[in-house]
């Protein structure tokens, strides 16, 4: 078992939080309870905060009324940065007046992906025409068939090179107490394993999110990377990415890590928080 | 572009052949044109025959009324050997009285797992009573919903530490001049990382079926490894697993490797065929 | 902590038992207490008996009087079977008259490589005649210079595709009570990811050896696979090799695997023996 | 055979680019020939220029006077961007007051770990007071003895969890037309695969040195990712991090990929540069 250390004496000392959203903010059953108390505590004392969320199925704006529903009324639109939006900014910069072919959701394909370029469910890809494919994109583990749409990827991806993106890197993603399902990090891995190539990531461990939440805070006032504390329950992305990007990070131990297994994934991965948390609660 | 060399005249110098189905024998479209001369040349010259398949999804007795329809009455039911044989082999040995759940169709659970166990697809797996489960079989990439059965199949080991047999190990196979379609071994591999696990793996190139082939030709006469030629289209099962069990090897152009691409796929992977053809065919 | 069985109980229900040496017989400090004993048992029973071992730096002869000298004098030479042997059988095989490099000692080269074909060391090969090498062997991770000859090993391999044969497989080796060194497949394994290849392993887990003392013991009288138990240290090649050839497995806990982390290691891994016990003493 | 386009006629597109050194600006020669008209050029048209280099061994100082000694006396100390530096600036704000390992030379152990830490080399590690170590950094190829020191290393990170930093993740770096060696990066790949970890890696593709010039270069004036060019010779760490950052890429034909493979190498990998030049001379 761990010693755990009070969220709130390790957060009073930083000048911004970065905090992950699931397994931090939230878990499958709602809001975890007391989160709004941290919340108002972090708004007290003038700490700011970023949300950076593995999540590309919905929008900065659908992400914010889902907090909004949830209670957590003074989290502002533009403190959540989901790994969709940088996706989105990535192909508006490499791939203009083009055609993008996705797997997931027809509501992913339209916030990401229709900024000057057209988007093409994997299920109504026409093989005999892969030329006019110029991207593809893994955006969501849903909204697609599993049993025909990734073959449909494979046999596009082999007939034609193009860049590939994944909108999110999640491996799974907890569907109750004990079980997990496969997240689009998942799908990737298993058509660049098969392709013998490796796609372009957005989402935690990647810098790319670290990089514009820290770039975004710096608009309103000065931060050192020293001043920022990041906060997940996930080793290899909250953890791992905060380390790398050099922020002091913080393990909590009311999502993916149990207290029961923490002591033992630290030392098998050697990914090392700097404070391990309950909870942000208290 | 290879030199490539006559099969007959290269078959002709060895006592036995091993020869793979898939790319060998037949493709997406039927028997390749010749075949059935190739084995009337085989039969006159004295030469023994096996006929080595990762196909697990079909019995010998199956595979053998395939062969009988497309002409090739010659082809004895005991000169075939299925991955999904060994398998069976296999559980029998090392599961007696249990309960095994799997991927695959029904029919192939019932030859290769219900002999002294009884069977249970993923999809009416309890998860609440995986303790019921005695081991897990990986059998065909049909007969089951991809979107929703490969999360019960990772619940399910992530619940309980069981054997896990995957009876074909391919990744890949044609379903058309230029396309592919997942295999059992591309989901079995899935499942491998998620868990980062390794599972047991029947089907070349591992060596069980050469051996299973190797002693199954010793009981005839006397067959030593210089006397015996392997034949297969693909170089990382068939052309791998023969150089690994020591008997010299043909690569065939006729299925997964072409005469564009052989020089480079032999070069990139250091697999090294000892004899090239165009295919078994003059 | 595991409930482990007697292993005398255990042995005495089969008609042979085939052992892994090192962890087993014997440890960095000598034969381990006791196991002089355990083999007088085996004899008594008249369970016939077979060592297996991943060490090609020594010949079957020569391990055959380091038995001798530890005082298990009843230990026959060719009751012992080294992934070098097999390596060299492989070899006569495939290569005849040919010139084969290697990393390792010169004795292991001189036992191994030099039955028809010439061997080079890799400090001695002329990188502007690569052509002249047919085949390269990593046979030890002695005898070498780790500084500059496997630079010299990736740039021959790059030069010209050949056969590549990993004499040993093993990763790492016990120094001491705490401390590992590695051991050639290790260094097999940087070159391969370095090349994106694999090569041509021996040694357990891969079944060569399993075969070979299985037909071995075949040639004395009958046994069938369930009349024999494996026995080892290491999951990764005894219980994992065991279990894929469709012998019974014990784990001893004199090894590689201790007591404080079996439970776990079968847990992460899924190489599940089908006996445990404290060591083959008692 | 690729269609390249002249350097000028693109950068000439662009308010800055980012080079790489080894293969760009020079090779295992020395100095490319016509690389100082290039230099001039980008100076003439106002282009600010930035070099992002894989090399740790060697302080931003010390490449400035290489550069200087070569003839390239326009380029300033600060337009020079290594991986050394930037794991330097991360060891100062993750590790205080601490014992730093590694493995590398003494010189670049001095600049890179000696801010407010002590430094040890791996061979002067003693085993049993690991806990007195805080972190260790794979420095350089050179300056320890493989035949011992990577032993110790795994020693070393099996007995105590810390933070591990890879320098420089380049993999191989060429020694003349034909012939590489083994990079730092190899040897930590080779102990992270021994030990089943992931390390913090410096370094192209990895993108803290792409921010870290992004970042400087706004200092002065103000630049958005489309106004800039990475130029590199290497898909796997110029061009996949340049595309991963954002940034339009110019693959050379001057060092790692040549116009006998760049087609190749790029269909088989998927990283696509924006554009391709046989070096950046004319």
């Not at 969220?7 to 939230?26: C, E, H, M, R, T």
């Not at 805070?217 to 000065?222: E, M, S, T, V």
Request: aromatic fraction near 8%.
């Amino acid at each position: 078992m761990m010693n755990t250390q009070s969220f709130f004496s390790i957060a009073g000392q930083f000048k911004a939080v970065f905090l992950d959203s699931y397994g931090v903010l939230k878990n499958h059953r709602g809001l975890i309870d007391g989160v709004k108390q941290t919340i108002d505590f972090i708004r007290e004392r003038g700490i700011a905060l970023r949300i950076l969320t593995n999540d590309a199925s919905r929008s900065q704006h659908e992400q914010y009324l889902v907090f909004q529903r949830l209670g957590l009324t003074s989290i502002q639109e533009e403190e959540i940065i989901t790994s969709g939006m940088l996706a989105k900014q990535y192909l508006q910069h490499k791939v203009k007046n083009g055609r993008i072919a996705y797997l997931g959701t027809e509501s992913a394909a339209s916030y990401i992906l229709e900024s000057g370029n057209f988007s093409v469910p994997a299920r109504e890809v026409d093989l005999e025409h892969a030329d006019g494919i110029d991207a593809f994109v893994f955006l969501d583990d849903e909204g697609f068939d599993w049993n025909s749409d990734i073959n449909t990827t494979v046999n596009l991806l082999r007939r034609k090179t193009m860049p590939v993106i994944v909108a999110n890197s999640d491996k799974l993603y907890p569907v109750s107490k004990n079980d997990v399902a496969l997240a689009t990090g998942s799908v990737a891995q298993l058509v660049e394993s098969i392709l013998n190539r490796s796609f372009i990531h957005f989402g935690k461990p990647d810098s790319q999110m670290f990089m514009y939440a820290f770039d975004h805070l710096n608009r309103d006032g000065q931060y050192d990377k020293d001043d920022i504390l990041m906060v997940g329950d996930t080793l290899h992305t909250d953890i791992l990415g905060g380390n790398k990007f050099g922020l002091k990070t913080t393990l909590v131990l009311s999502g993916n890590t149990s207290s029961r297994n923490a002591d033992l994934l630290i030392n098998a991965t050697g990914i090392i928080p700097d404070y391990i948390c309950d909870s942000i609660v208290g």
